[in-house]
């Protein structure tokens, strides 16, 4: 059997990208903290209580994109992918699958309440409640967004040769 070439692990890539994304929204997070202090301090607060969930959410993406590094997953004269960087690879991609829902989700909760909200002193309470509402409604379907995406990313690292056979005539 015929494996795939090897480069860069795809957990590391997905980490790496799930990293860009969280020190990006870190940062925004940040600036925009900064600016509704000296622009407007009832407001403020709403975006630096998200500032401690992404650090922690930054420091857990580092760690796992340290663990799906090269060095780390292969041996020295290895030429194949190993059964278990396709696991990792698998199980990497539903959790940045997780990441990406969770953060759309908190971003769309906090929009909404803003728009939806005149007293910024009920911005954060109704930000949480819209929140958990759509974690509620959603919460059945995640698994079903987690296994798609370990079904397609188990579909990507495979190699063409252990694929089935699928008609090329419609």
Known sequence: MRKSKLGEPRAHAMMRNAKFILLALLVAA??????????????????????????????????????????????????????????????YAGIYTSIVLVSLMAISALVMAATMVENWSMVGASAAFILMLSIFYVLPYVPFFIADAEQDERDKVQPEAEKPEQLHNQ
Do not use: C, H, W
């Open 30 to 91: 940040l600036i925009a903290t900064i600016l509704l202090i000296f622009l407007y301090r009832p407001a403020a607060y709403l975006i630096g209580l998200q500032i401690p969930i992404l650090l922690l959410a930054f420091i857990v993406v580092s760690y796992l994109e340290s663990r799906a590094t090269v060095k780390m997953l292969r041996t020295k004269n290895q030429t194949t992918i190993s059964s278990e960087e396709i696991e990792m690879d698998v199980q």
